[in-house]
């Protein structure tokens, strides 16, 4: 699998002094075949068009990879990786600690991880548009900078993080190519990261524009990264969006964490498609500052991990309150989140579960584990609600917010002002720009309402969702209502309620699946430790077969 790449990076292994290693020239291959295999997908979801992306040029990656592998070979690679492969953030802390690892070495095994599966067309995942150039300098320094004092556990760990998020030194796309040239200041969580001392590896692939670009098209698809894909089942299952680089790239293991985004179900769904922990918190916890968004109202990022653990500590590394995200004012400031997990119990918590969902095995049985743990399980109804004008609210929001992020957060080298530019942008060339057209961004700017209309709509909204979940939570007193995978996404959003879902197994097929846990706003200390005592209860994450 990896020996055309290996063989060329054997050569690191004897260098004494710093050389510019080499990497195979990445060829873009007839993808015909595997076009037609997918052709007639029971999901039109998985019926791709295209794969590989026609505005990326993936040698860039191994040009910025490549002068950073110096003395890192195969033979380190492969002791280091029963140090490194699954471990959580705490485990990867301790190993530097006791001298097992150095940070430069954690995230050259990261990199070298990456060049080893996207060069190779059976493994490519696609889920990168961009790599940080300066990731081992960034290491190298952190290695330098480490003392006896305590600090953060986010310090040293290499992060990737989803495309639409502003980071110093690389281009922020949210996926588009009109956004090819958008190079910017760190959005204001990748300061409060910075500050902590974490390391920059990746820019993850994403659905383009978090999904707000074309209707009915494949999740994981942009223009600038092309068609992401699931390791668990590449062509087989959906990647889940808008999240899905972030998503998959550390099912692969390909960094320590990573960030993502959601409007809607954005962090949830790639989040349980990929078998991780996906945290969606309150919207207002964490800043949106730098982040090119569809809604002020929704919109918030969040940890995609492998553990809750790791989900807590980079949640905590994340947060602060932004003089320029209003959303953050008198937010609850940098909880050390992490601390708290282990005193996380299932035991005496009420647990709201919805009638319906249980002819689910899988949500059955892991409800029936949550019982057997002490928890209490009041079964309730799912009524079928829609919060009226929801998509108007997101194409009212983006209509001003996106045209506000290029002015305050985008590059100066961005000629549009407006969604209308943006659109017109994409028709001198739908091949390379939006070859599944860009119906749903189209609706934007069709929708005009005054501030007053959108002010109303706003509080229709969060009122029908809070109604939605206050209703059997007071009647039954719960503690947290649970749900599968991202199906009440677009309830919690309207509520402004957290979610967090944690992996709870696998269908006969090998899909993952994911168990939801919803709770009241700044609740995620709750949602955290309820979770932690579930994932230990439970231990369903599996790695990818074909990515051990």
């Given at each position: 699998m990896r020996k055309t790449t290996v063989l060329i990076l054997l050569t690191l292994a004897s260098c004494k002094v710093a050389q510019k290693a080499t990497i195979p020239v990445w060829q873009p291959y007839d993808e015909t075949a595997e076009l037609a295999k997918n052709a007639n997908h029971e999901?039109?979801?998985?019926?791709?068009?295209?794969?590989?992306?026609?505005?990326?040029?993936?040698?860039?990656?191994?040009?910025?990879?490549?002068?950073?592998?110096?003395?890192?070979?195969?033979?380190?690679?492969?002791?280091?990786?029963?140090?490194?492969?699954?471990?959580?953030?705490?485990t990867l802390q301790d190993h530097i600690r006791t001298g097992k690892l150095t940070y430069e070495k954690l995230t050259q095994?990261?990199?070298?991880?990456?060049?080893?599966?996207?060069?190779?067309?059976t493994t490519a995942l696609n889920n990168l548009i961009a790599i940080n150039p300066n990731a081992v300098a960034e290491a190298r320094a952190r290695d330098k900078a480490r003392s006896g004092s305590p600090t953060h556990p986010i310090f040293g760990m290499p992060i990737i993080l989803k495309d639409n998020i502003n980071q110093n030194g690389m281009v922020t796309t949210a996926g588009a190519q009109a956004f090819y040239n958008n190079t910017t200041k760190d959005a204001f969580i990748v300061e409060q990261l910075r500050k902590n001392g974490a390391v920059f590896l990746a820019k993850a692939n994403l659905s383009e524009?978090?999904?707000?670009?074309?209707?009915?098209?494949?999740?994981?698809?942009?223009?600038?990264?092309?068609?992401?894909?699931?390791?668990?089942?590449?062509?087989?299952?959906?990647t889940g969006g808008s999240s899905?680089?972030?998503?998959?790239?550390?099912?692969?293991?390909?960094?320590?964490?990573?960030?993502?985004?959601?409007?809607?179900?954005?962090?949830?769904?790639?989040?349980?498609?990929?078998?991780?922990?996906?945290?969606?918190p309150t919207t207002g916890l964490l800043s949106r500052g730098g982040i090119v968004p569809i809604s002020s109202t929704l919109d918030t990022p969040g940890p995609m991990t492998r553990t809750v653990t790791d989900a807590a500590i980079?949640?905590?590394?994340?947060?602060?309150?932004?003089?320029?995200?209003p959303a953050?004012?008198?937010?609850?400031?940098?909880?050390?989140?992490?601390?708290?997990v282990k005193t996380g119990t299932l035991n005496r918590i009420r647990f709201g579960v919805y009638k319906p969902m249980l002819r689910d095995s899988l949500y059955a049985q892991n409800v029936a584990k949550i019982r057997a743990q002490g928890g209490t399980v009041i079964e309730i109804e799912l009524e079928q609600v829609a919060p009226e004008g929801f998509g108007t609210l997101l194409?009212?929001?983006?209509?001003?917010?996106?045209?506000?992020?290029?002015?305050?957060?985008?590059?100066?080298?961005?000629?549009?002002?407006s969604v209308d530019d943006i659109l017109a942008y994409n028709r001198q060339d739908s091949t390379r720009r939006m070859p599944y057209g860009q119906g749903r961004i189209a609706g934007v700017p069709k929708t005009q309402l005054s501030p007053d209309e959108v002010a109303k709509l706003r509080t229709g909204i969060r009122k029908t969702g809070v109604d939605y979940f206050e209703k059997p939570m007071k009647q039954h007193e719960l503690d947290v209502i649970l749900s599968i995978n991202n199906r009440s996404a677009g309830l919690a959003a309207?509520?402004?309620?957290?979610?967090?879902?944690?992996?709870?197994?696998?269908?006969?097929?090998?899909?993952?699946?994911?168990?939801t846990f919803i709770a009241r706003p700044f609740a995620e200390d709750k949602l955290l430790n309820i979770g932690y005592a579930f994932e230990q209860a439970t231990q369903a994450r599996k790695a990818p077969e074909a990515y051990k």
């Open positions: 999901s039109t979801r998985l019926r791709y068009k295209l794969i590989q992306s026609r505005n990326l040029d993936k040698n860039t990656f191994w040009k910025a990879i490549g002068p950073q592998l110096n003395r890192f070979s195969e033979a380190d690679y492969v002791a280091l990786k029963p140090l490194i492969l699954e471990q959580g953030i705490p095994w990261y990199l070298y991880r990456i060049a080893q599966f996207e060069n190779n067309r524009w978090a999904n707000f670009m074309c209707l009915d098209c494949p999740n994981g698809y942009s223009a600038m990264g092309g068609q992401t894909l699931n390791p668990y089942g590449p062509r087989q299952f959906d899905s680089g972030s998503g998959s790239t550390i099912a692969a293991n390909y960094a320590a964490a990573a960030v993502g985004t959601e409007t809607s179900g954005s962090i949830l769904s790639p989040a349980s498609a990929n078998s991780l922990v996906g945290l969606k980079l949640l905590s590394a994340m947060t602060g309150e932004d003089p320029a995200d953050t004012k008198n937010n609850p400031k940098n909880k050390t989140y992490w601390e708290s194409n009212a929001d983006m209509n001003v917010d996106l045209p506000d992020y290029i002015k305050n957060y985008g590059s100066s080298a961005l000629t549009f002002r309207a509520a402004n309620y957290p979610c967090l879902t944690v992996p709870m197994g696998y269908r006969p097929n090998g899909e993952p699946v994911g168990i």
